[in-house]
């Protein structure tokens, strides 16, 4: 029995069960019922009248005519949504002249932006900023410590999570590590705005925010200690020294019996992990030892 005999006999209610349950168990069956239950014209009772078969027929073609398009239609469709997403991607990361500059662990970079003004990253910073956008506004994303030199002209803003730098021309440091906002002043004037805090510093002066507590004092340096492969803290939170040594040397610390939030003044250089260590544990009556896994581990009570 071909196909059209199968339809005809099946309108008319006249397969077999065998014959039935063969019919709705083929692929086309959900189709063909849809297309019955579409139309007042093909809501037929058991005793409709062949001619109800030739309107199914030409419903049925069509059908599967439109079908075929749309099969056909599909791939295009996906290739075309392909094509937009990544025209998407080119337009937003190409057009608009994204830079993205990344430094790792251990790692640090000096760059220079559209202005000539220069940016010294530290271990383990992220800067973001415009090309195209950059004559009219100079404005960059920071996650991390950096350096800035920057040229006069219009503001310049260096945007972080916790706080936001705006100056002319300048020279200043940013750090911003989890709950620790810092900023030093080195040339000129910067204003600083963090929460509720806004300040204006002026060359040696340096603004701090720690856990959401505000302090600001006086240095007397001329540029960041790090630029010079040295990690200084006044009254800093243990715990942010050893983040700081884990980023400087691409290290994992572990500490056992330690007051992570015991207070330290000091420092490590960036060019001999022992002696980084022993610097930062002997001030504190601390040991440590480097375990198998070439893991540092610092002990609280002196073994």
């Known amino acids: 029995m071909n196909k059209e005999e199968q339809i005809k006999k099946w309108l008319n209610d006249e397969l077999t069960p065998a014959e039935k349950e063969i019919f709705e168990q083929g692929e086309d069956y959900a189709l063909d019922q849809a297309i019955v239950n579409g139309g007042e014209q093909f809501k037929a009772s058991n005793f409709s009248a062949p001619e109800s078969f030739n309107n199914f027929k030409s419903a049925y ?7 075929r398009q749309l099969d056909w239609f599909k791939p295009m469709l996906r290739v075309a949504s392909i094509l937009v997403i990544a025209l998407g991607v080119y337009f937003t990361m190409f057009y608009d002249n994204l830079t993205q500059v990344q430094t790792l662990a251990s790692q640090k970079i000096t760059i220079e932006l559209p202005d000539t003004s220069q940016v010294t990253l530290n271990a ?4 973001k900023f415009s090309k195209k956008n950059w004559s009219k506004k100079r404005s960059l994303n920071l996650s991390g410590e950096a350096y800035f030199k920057v040229v006069k002209g219009k503001t310049f803003d ?24 810092e900023v030093q ?19 040696g002066e340096t603004f701090r925010i720690l856990n959401r507590a505000f302090s600001q004092d006086n240095t007397t340096i001329l540029k960041p200690n790090w630029t010079s492969n040295k990690s200084t803290f006044q009254a800093l939170p243990y715990k ?3 983040a700081e040594i884990e980023r400087q040397y691409d290290i994992k610390i572990i500490v056992e019996d330690v007051d992570a939030e015991r207070l330290f003044t000091g420092g490590f250089m960036h060019d001999n992990i022992e002696n980084a260590l022993i610097s930062i544990t002997q001030p504190m009556d601390l040991t440590y030892e480097i ?6 581990v610092i002990y609280g009570n002196k073994k």
Do not use: M, P, W
């Open 240 to 242: 942010t020294v050893l």
């Open 185 to 203: 002043c080195f040339e000129g004037i910067v204003s600083v705005t963090s929460d509720a805090h806004t300040k204006k510093l002026v060359a």
């Open 61 to 67: 073609e069509a059908q599967n005519k439109t079908t």
């Open 124 to 127: 383990d910073s992220e800067i």
């Open 158 to 181: 260096v945007i972080t999570s916790q706080g936001t730098v705006t100056v002319v021309g300048t020279a200043f440091n940013v750090k911003q590590r989890d709950d620790y906002f």
């Open 291 to 296: 375990n198998a896994s070439n893991d540092v």
